[in-house]
């Protein structure tokens, strides 16, 4: 989104800079091979301020997203280093279980290890 609001602005003055140099005062001129009046010129002119305005909304909003999305990935980064230090501080208070591993297995076990989801062809409960 940046981009494209950087490309609206950069074609916006671009528009208005070819049509202040290229144009005749009092009547129009050329404007990218095109002969243009006045009035077209003053069009040109209000459709580059206006898509100089919406590039500046769209790279506005998309600085902020990013922003925030980066803000969200070190929140979670820093969520996931406390919760590796919570785990190894589990793990050295209880060194005798030796697995991470919280699943039970045996003759009590309700795993049966066949799961049946809609990948597996099943069912989904209502």
């Given at each position: 989104m940046v981009i494209l609001g950087m490309l609206l602005i950069?074609?916006?003055?671009?528009?208005?800079?070819a049509a202040l140099f290229v144009?005749?005062?009092?009547?129009?001129?050329?404007?990218?091979g095109f002969d243009v009046t006045t009035f077209e010129s003053f069009l040109v002119g209000v459709a580059?301020?206006?898509?100089?305005?919406?590039?500046?909304?769209?790279?506005?909003?998309g600085t902020k997203r990013g922003l925030a999305h980066r803000k969200e990935r070190k929140e979670l980064k820093k969520l996931s280093?406390?919760?590796?230090?919570?785990?190894?501080?589990?793990?050295?208070?209880h060194p005798a279980?030796?697995?991470t591993d919280t699943r039970t297995e045996g003759p009590g076990?309700?795993?049966?290890?066949?799961?049946?989801?809609?990948?597996a062809g099943g069912t989904r409960p209502s």
């Open positions: 950069m074609v916006g003055v671009i528009a208005i800079l144009s005749e005062p009092g009547t129009g001129g050329e404007l990218l580059a301020g206006a898509a100089i305005l919406w590039g500046v909304s769209i790279l506005k909003w280093t406390r919760l590796d230090q919570v785990e190894s501080e589990r793990h050295d208070q279980t030796g697995s076990s309700t795993d049966t290890g066949r799961h049946d989801g809609p990948a």
